[in-house]
C-alpha cells in the first residue's frame, strides 16, 4: 500500500523546530542516523510532513529523495496526520471476504475523504490497515482504540454519530 503526502497544511511550531535542530545535532554524523531522527521527529510533529522532511534532509546533507524513501518504505513512519478520530478499516483476508471494501466504500462516502486523508476540520482520519488481529469479529474497524466488529455498511453512520458532538 503506497502512502501519499497529505494536503493539510503543515502548522509546526518553534518549540518544535528547536526540539528537531537538537535532534537532529545529536545525531548528526553518526552512521545510521537517519532512522533515529526520523522516529524522534515523528514523535515530536506526530507525523512527519514533507516540510519537516526536507527540514531533516539540508539539516543533515542528505538527499531528500533518501529521507521520503525511508519514511515512506516503513510501516512505523506516518506521513498523513491524524484526525482526533483516527478511522482504520482493516483489509486483512478475513475482513476484506467479509466486506471490509465496503465498509471503507461507505466510510469514504460519509466522511467525504478517501483512504490516507484527513477531514478538513481534522476531526476524522481515514486508513486502511492490514490485519488488526480481531477475526473472529471480521469486518472490523477501530477508531482511535476502540474496535468496531461484524460490521455491514448500514453501522457505519451510527458509529460515525458517536464521535460527531
Given at each position: ?5 497529505t ?101 469514504e ?57
Amino acid at each position: 500500500m503506497k502512502k501519499k503526502l497529505t494536503t493539510v497544511a503543515f502548522n509546526g511550531t518553534a518549540e518544535q523546530l528547536k526540539q528537531l535542530d537538537e535532534l537532529i545535532a545529536k545525531h548528526k554524523g553518526e552512521k545510521g542516523a537517519l532512522m533515529p531522527v526520523l522516529q524522534g521527529a515523528q514523535g515530536i510533529y506526530g507525523y512527519l510532513p514533507i516540510e519537516v522532511q526536507k527540514h531533516i534532509a539540508l539539516s543533515m546533507d542528505v538527499p531528500l529523495s533518501e529521507v521520503y524513501g525511508v519514511a515512506s518504505f516503513y510501516s512505523q513512519f506516518i506521513l498523513n496526520p491524524k484526525g482526533e478520530y483516527a478511522v482504520a478499516v482493516c483489509l486483512g483476508t478475513a475482513c476484506y471476504v467479509k466486506g471490509a471494501g465496503l465498509l471503507m466504500d461507505k466510510l469514504e462516502s460519509l466522511l467525504g475523504i478517501k483512504n490516507g486523508e484527513i477531514s478538513a476540520d481534522r476531526k476524522f482520519s481515514l486508513d486502511a490497515t492490514r490485519c488488526i488481529g480481531a477475526c473472529g469479529l471480521a469486518p472490523v474497524l477501530t477508531v482511535n482504540e476502540e474496535v468496531y466488529g461484524r460490521l455491514t455498511p448500514d453501522m457505519i453512520k451510527g458509529i460515525l454519530d458517536k464521535y460527531n458532538n
